[in-house]
């Protein structure tokens, strides 16, 4: 099993549309979670770190669910400019700072 | 404008060769990390360093070496023991994250391919 798993896609929605992804982790002593975003080609970028109470940044929601192991991203009223790959993070304990990467979940918004 | 500066953007190696990738940041961050990326999959990590003239090997180190003397530099030898070295390779740097919430930050990678 992989340390985090995320349904590949392609996800294609319509500008507008609210849409989500979830993302598991298999250690559960992880310690920080975090989704970043990666367009084609080009490095992945942090798009927002996750705690446990969720968290919000304009359209976009964060939810994390320590006790199933799962990490949410919603976003609503989808972009053109929203369509990349967005790959869910999560740093198990130990003492330094490596992090997990899923292999991420592919966005396409079409007008 | 702080930031992270790989080079080059793209990379050919010749069969037995090594090669080097550069990665210089000016945010003051002492850790630094070397991930590669393959198609459909997530980074890897390489190589990690806490701090300066320290290193440590990562999930797939074998076929690389690094060298942190510096804290600004963190370059990457790939060498010739890689035998799959086609690969989209991102460094990163962030705050040391012993015990907290600390992202990483992004080069805009080298894409490395085999002539």
């Known amino acids: 099993r992989k340390e985090v798993e995320q349904d590949p896609g392609p996800f294609n929605v319509p500008e507008g549309a609210t849409v989500a992804f979830n993302c598991t982790y298999s250690n559960s002593a992880s310690q920080s979670f975090f989704w970043y975003r990666q367009d084609c080609r080009k490095e992945p970028k942090l798009l927002m770190s996750v705690y446990s109470s969720g968290n919000e940044d304009g359209r976009f929601t964060a939810q994390l669910n320590r006790a199933s192991q799962y990490i949410s991203l919603l976003i609503r009223d989808s972009k053109l400019s929203d369509s990349a790959t967005y790959l869910c993070v999560v740093r198990p304990s130990g003492g330094y700072n490596k992090l997990i990467f899923g292999a991420g979940t592919r966005l396409a918004v079409h007008p | 404008d702080g930031g992270i500066t790989q080079s080059p953007k793209y990379l050919f190696r010749k069969e037995g060769q090594n090669v080097t990738l550069s990665c210089e940041q000016n945010?003051?961050?002492?850790?630094m990390y070397w991930y590669r990326q393959d198609p459909g999959q997530g980074l890897r990590l390489i190589y990690y360093s806490q701090i300066v003239n320290d290193f440590q090997k990562g999930d797939i180190a074998e076929g690389y070496s690094v060298s942190r003397e510096k804290k600004e530099s963190f370059p990457l030898t790939v060498t010739s023991a890689q035998k799959n070295p086609t690969a989209f390779y991102l460094c990163a740097s962030s705050i040391p994250g012993q015990g907290g919430n600390q992202p990483q930050h992004f080069g805009d990678g080298t894409r490395l391919s085999i002539l």
């Open positions: 945010l003051n961050h002492d850790a």
